[in-house]
Structure formats: C-alpha cells, structure tokens
C-alpha cells in the first residue's frame, strides 16, 4: 500500500442540474479525488481554503483518513465555483467563478510527503503543478489532469509539466484542443510524443480510452438511468484509478486496466447523488460489488467458453 | 444457417468529409445492411431503383451472393442523397435529397422470401415496414431501424410497428427523441415497455449500449485512428449483428453479444474508407482477426486469470 501525494483545489460549488440544486457544497477537484482515492490508499492533500471553509467539510475529509497537514488555511474567502447542466448532463454553464484565497495558492509540500511514491497532480495551473514537481524526491508515478483553460492561456507550462510526468487524464474536449486532432486516438499518440507513458481520455458517459506504450484499452460507460449531478465525475475516475494502483503498488499494464474500471465504478457512483454526497459514503463492497456487474456488463465471451 | 430477407432504400450518395469527396457511389441503407449481412448470411433484397442504376452496383451486390429478385427498377431517377461531414465527423449536414423513385416505393416481397425467419426493416416510412411484416409468414425475428424523419412525422405508424418486432436498432438521438427523456437506459426501458425483447442504441464512435430482458450489455466503439467516411457506419453494423445472429441460428442473450461485437468490428472497418469500398473487399478471417483485438481491447481481466 502507497500513499498518493495530491495536490489541488478544494471549493465550495453551487450546483444546478435538472434534478436539482445545491447551495456552496464541498467541491474542487481536490475533494473528489480525495474521497475517491482513500476508499484505497492514504491520501495527503495538498491545497488552500479560506476562513469561511464549513469544519464540517474538514471533518469529512479527516473522517476519510486524508491527510490536512498540506491544507492551507489562509484569511480571505474559499474558491467558489457555480455552475448549471443543461439537459443533456454533458454541457454546463459555469455561472460564477471566484477564486478567492486560490488565487495567491502557492503548493508547500510537507516534508514526510516530500517522499511520496505517487503524485497526483490535479487541474491546477501548470506552473503550480511544476512547483509541487521541483519540491517531491523521486516519485515513481506522477500522473496530472488539466483543462482547457491552460490550454489556452499557459500552454509553454503545460507542455513543461507533460514531459515530465507518467500519466496524463484529460477530457475527449480538452485531448483534441491539446494535440490539435479531432482523432482521440491520434490525440494521444501526439501527447505520448511528448514523454508520458499512458494517456487516459475521459469521455464522460461514454466512458475512457486509454493509450499506453502495451496498447490501446476502452471501457464503456456504466450504464446507469439515474444521473443527478455529473460534478466531479472526472476527478473522482481518477482518484479510483490512481487509488486503486496504489493498493497494488504496481503500475503494469494489466493492472492499470483493472484500475480504470474500478475508476468508472467510481465515478458511476458520483454522479448519482449531488456533489461528493454519494463518495462520502461509499464503500469498497459497495465498489466490488459494481465490479463485478460492470465486467459482466462488458464481457464478450461468456464463461461458459463457447467459442465465436 | 438462416437467410435474411432486407427492405431498405438504395441510393446514389455524394459524400463529403474532411478527407475527400465521392460522387453517385452506391448508397442507401440496404446497400450497406445487405454488404455486411453477406458475410455471414444469404440476403434476398427488396428495394428500388431507377433506370439511372448503374449496371456496376448491380454486378457488386450480386458478387457478394445478393439476392436482387426483389428489387425493383422503374423508370426515372434512383434516390439520391448528399451530405457534408463537419470536422468532428459525429455531425452532418444534408446538402440534398432527392427522392426520385423511392417516393412512390412499395415493397412486395417475393413469395420465396415470404417464409423468411429473419426480417430486417431498414430505414424507410414505418407505413413500409408494416406492409412488409403483412407479407410475411412468421418470421423467428424481425428487426428494424427508424430515424428522426419518422419520429417527426410519422409517429403513430413508428409506434404501431415498434410493438411488432423483436429488436429495434436507434442512435442515441433517435431513442432519446423517441422515448423523450435523455438518459439512454431509460429510453431503452421505455422503447422495450412497448413490445420489443432487445432494443440497441447505437453511439457512433462511441459503440453500442445494448438493453434486453437478460440485462445490459455495453461495448465501446473500437478505437480507430483513420476514421475517413463515416456515412452506412450504423447500417454495416446492424448487418454485422443480424447477419451473425442469422449464421448462428440462435438469438440468445450470450450470441447477441457477441453479434454486437462482430457489428462493431464490420462498422469500424465500414468508416476507414468512402461509401462501401471497405465492405465490398472486407472478408471474414480480416473480422475475426479485428474481433480478438477487440476483445483484447476491451477485456477487463486478462487471462492469467490474477483476481482483482
């Protein structure tokens, strides 16, 4: 068992989709990883928050075993984010965004994680991200996320921190607008190009594709006929499959594979409730017992071995 | 081996997309349904032309073992669509149709092909495809395609003849617009409510999610980096799953998965070339050699048989 060094924003969001609303909910991509990853591994979180954070959302966090002594607390408001779904789950509206006490967020590592085998690097800038890289020893997996907003505007950074991590998640929207191919497969030969060992696209229901140096691998969308709020969704995939790998302390293909299934199985679970409410009460049974179903759910062959 | 009796349209296409342009090539439902289903199955063909037919598209349809007794040739002008791919290739713009012949179109179905066990109802007016499943003697299965066009204007014809047959096929917009709800589970509980035992839903790129009275099944679209044409892709895929199913004699939940992967591999090869070309050479050991990748692919667990 390893534990993951992440680093990322926590906020407090307002959430609108069809099926209803929450008001300044805990929220950040931080917070979604987290509670998905410690359903596997210790986690040590990394971010900032202003004095209006809720103890609440703390406890939660501590209550998950996550690790607060990289939190900062600083004077000033917590990153707000709202934003409303349109019908169709897949496009939002981002109605406000206030950046608050992240806007002069510095990452300082403390120093038992200085060590950590696994870093995470959630959708931060990217010269944030390249800070956290100068202050760790020899991770042996770093895997990032980002968005297209870096894309746009800190694009030379973004290059920088790709070259030197493992494994990079982006969205299908955000794979194309970075390799400049509507090809997600050509997407992320171009972003292999550039150093990572795997890329992992994140196609929202539609599930992930993942490209690495052993191959190609696809895993559907968990089927389900109750999605309430796709936020986090993401960021939650990815805490089960950087989770999962450190339960394992092995980063081979084959494992990896397994990893992005428990990760779909992760995020399937998310977007059934609002916000983090369905992570916050997860369980691993609860996890396995998806597993299971969704290897069914995608197996070819039956066990009974009957050739096609 | 079972034969399958296919009514459809057949048409002369012109194609544009970021990768070139064709002119007149052979088109319509029924050319790719029947190209595809051809290779595992007999095929007898109804459908229509007009004396503008080219005697080459005849002779291609014949050389793969095409049943034509069926088709009718009128005098004037064969169907004719145009339409442009955008640069993601997922939508389309129609530059032009014209009916022609197939405005005035009634199939009779040749007295042989009466005792057919498979029925294919490509997409043409739901009145047609009930005139053919009036003409029909007990088939063991009959599957239909539709399309938004039917849904606007024909809705109660549609609904008459969805509580006739077994499988429907749908994109994901069609069954969304059908069922009215934007959850793909959902409208497929909502179409399978009103008669049919399995309906699919077909995604593009993104594969197929598949909902029956035994479960679930979801495959992800095969990932492919030289995506050239996508026009026929969903017809050559449901030639792929009926013509499986009708070599295999059997329709039961475990062959239906395995047909829906054969589909898949038979429209991932469809998309790599303009209009048919890629079906008109495609052979059966060229699919199952794409079928072991995509069970690869697609394969949770790999066979050393390591639990998760």
């Not at 006490?101 to 390249?130: C, G, K, M, T, Y």
């Not at 369905?278 to 009974?304: H, K, Q």
Request: proline content about 5%; glycine content about 8%.
């Amino acid at each position: 068992m390893t534990s993951i060094l992440l680093v990322g924003s926590i906020g407090l969001d307002t959430l609108e989709t069809p099926f209803g609303r929450a008001e300044d909910v805990l929220g950040g991509s931080a917070s979604y990883f987290a509670l998905a990853a410690s359903l596997y591994a210790p986690v040590s979180m990394v971010a900032v928050v202003g004095d209006d954070f809720p103890d609440a959302h703390v406890n939660l966090l501590e209550s998950h075993g996550i690790d607060l002594t990289g939190l900062q607390r600083v004077p000033g408001k917590t990153f707000r984010w709202s934003g409303r779904y349109r019908y169709d789950m897949n496009s939002r509206d981002t109605l406000d965004t206030q950046l608050n006490v992240f806007a002069d967020f510095r990452p300082e590592i403390p120093e038992a994680d200085r060590e950590s085998e696994i870093v995470f690097l959630a959708n931060i800038h990217p010269q944030l991200q390249l800070q956290v890289l100068e202050q760790v020893r020899q991770p042996r997996l770093v895997a990032l996320d980002s968005m297209n907003l870096w894309i746009d505007i800190a694009r030379d950074a973004l290059d920088e921190v790709i070259a030197r991590v493992d494994v990079v998640t982006m969205n299908d929207e955000e794979a194309r607008q970075y390799a400049d191919t509507y090809n997600l497969v050509a997407a992320a030969q171009s972003i292999l190009a550039r150093g990572p060992k795997t890329v992992i696209i994140k196609k929202g229901e539609h599930g992930c594709v993942v490209v690495g140096q052993s191959g190609v691998f696809a895993v559907p969308g968990y089927p389900l006929d109750d999605v309430q709020d796709p936020t986090g969704a993401g960021d939650a995939f990815a805490g089960g499959v950087i989770g999962y790998l450190a339960s394992r302390n092995d980063y081979s293909w084959s494992t990896l594979r397994r990893a992005l299934v428990h990760g779909s199985v992760v995020g399937s679970f998310t977007v059934q409730s609002f916000g983090v409410d369905r992570l916050a009460t997860l369980t691993r049974p609860e996890i396995e017992d998806r597993y299971t179903l969704f290897r069914e759910l995608t197996m070819i062959e039956p066990s009974d071995g009957t050739d096609a």
